[in-house]
């Protein structure tokens, strides 16, 4: 199975976490799984930017991005060429190292949302 690499965040994880990963799953769910409480505020649903994570290594491998993800990916803060949203990118079959970006845009959390 696939190693993924999660460089230290000084809020989710401050040593940085390492663990293996079913191909298929989603990084967000990943995470997750891995006691890494990534962002998550639409649900998964592809519909917000808080789980933008950089990967700086594997990015080739994985499934390119859907057009609704890249409109999305264009909002995010710190975007980078080898960013995606975790919720969206699935775990292939080889070793990935992410890194969470400092700062999210939340916008449900800082009140900025529909009610």
């Known amino acids: 199975m696939p190693r993924l690499k999660v460089l230290p965040h000084a809020e989710l994880c401050p040593q940085g976490a390492q663990f293996e ?4 799953v989603s990084i967000c769910n990943a995470l997750l799984e891995h ?4 962002e998550h505020a639409c649900e998964k649903s592809c519909a917000c930017t808080t789980c933008h994570v950089i990967l700086r290594e594997g ?6 991005a859907e057009e609704k993800e890249e409109d999305l990916l264009d909002k ?7 960013s995606r949203l975790s919720c969206q990118a699935l775990v292939a079959d080889q070793d990935l190292i992410i890194e969470i970006p400092k700062y999210t845009i939340n916008y449900e959390r800082e009140g900025g949302g529909n009610k």
């Open 21 to 24: 990963a079913r191909p298929g």
């Open 59 to 64: 990015f080739q491998s994985l499934e390119p």
């Open 35 to 38: 006691g890494v409480d990534i």
């Open 76 to 82: 995010a803060w710190g975007l980078e060429a080898n």
